[in-house]
């Protein structure tokens, strides 16, 4: 469903990510995770087609998005990591903004909306303008106008911030259910205990280029380790010198 093909992106001569590449399959939910500077955020950038890359491919549900950038926007729901809305908007005018962006056809987006509000317990603040919004809400308002469209890929930085621990759960919920109908999930997060209980593979990125891939056993595996949680692998995998 997602395929990342030699994807490579420099800043003038600061090379950020380096001939990733990487294979999703169809209601997968893969884990991206790195240190700051690593790469994370720029991929999903471009993955997002928000940054052109350098050189590399990136291919949704079969199609390049370089080459069908419109016909795989479509496809895909995008989360950022900050939650950028025009707060003049009310929830609802901000919602109908989105279904236009997306084609929603009006005969469904009365009840996709509000099924997709009051999910996220924003439906009593619908009428209410986003600027008055605290910074959880606003953050539950992109998820929940990125799910409108009904993507078959959803690509999402740092889903988790600002959430208090009872929207963390009904994200993560929201995820493992979308997942099990076949939606394709690319989380990038550096909260480490969400992606090890939620994710089915982690991809670590470290300087630019993906250092360890698969389960967590097979991470544990490529740290040399036998026991320890994803904060332990992830420590000695990006340890300065490191497994090299």
């Known amino acids: 469903m997602i395929e990342l093909k030699d994807l490579t992106k420099y800043y003038d001569k600061t090379l950020a990510v380096n001939n990733l590449n990487l294979t999703i399959t169809k209601g997968e939910i893969f884990g991206f995770i790195g240190p700051n500077g690593a790469g994370k955020t720029t991929t999903i950038r471009m993955m997002g087609g928000i940054l052109a890359p350098s050189s590399g491919a990136v291919i949704i549900d079969g199609q390049s998005l370089a080459e069908h950038p419109v016909e795989v926007k479509k496809k895909i729901g995008f989360i950022p990591d900050r ?24 005969g469904t987006f009365a009840s996709k909306a509000a099924e997709l509000l009051n999910t996220f317990s924003l439906f009593n603040w619908r009428q209410e303008l986003i600027e008055a919004y ?12 990125a799910l409108l469209h ?3 890929v959803i690509i999402v930085d740092e889903p988790m911030v ?13 995820l493992r259910s979308l997942a099990a109908q076949g939606t394709t999930i690319f989380m990038s997060t550096h ?14 990125i470290h ?5 360890a891939l698969g389960t967590m056993g097979e991470l ?25």
Do not use: N
Not at 85 to 102: C, I, N, P, Q
Not at 135 to 140: D, E, F, T
Not at 231 to 244: K, N, P, S, V
């Open 83 to 106: 939650p950028y809305l025009y707060e003049k908007l009310t929830g609802w005018e901000f919602m109908r903004f989105s279904a236009d962006l997306f084609g929603v056809e009006e």
């Open 134 to 145: 605290s910074h959880g809400m606003k953050q539950r308002l992109i998820i929940a106008a």
């Open 150 to 152: 009904d993507p078959a």
């Open 162 to 174: 600002g959430l208090d621990p009872g929207a963390i759960r009904m994200v993560k919920d929201i």
């Open 191 to 204: 909260t480490l205990v969400v992606a090890e209980d939620l994710c089915d593979r982690i991809g670590v």
């Open 207 to 211: 300087k630019g280029s993906l250092i």
């Open 220 to 244: 544990k595996h490529s740290a040399q380790m036998r026991e320890g949680d994803l904060e332990d692998i992830f420590l000695r995998l990006t340890a300065e010198g490191g497994m090299e």
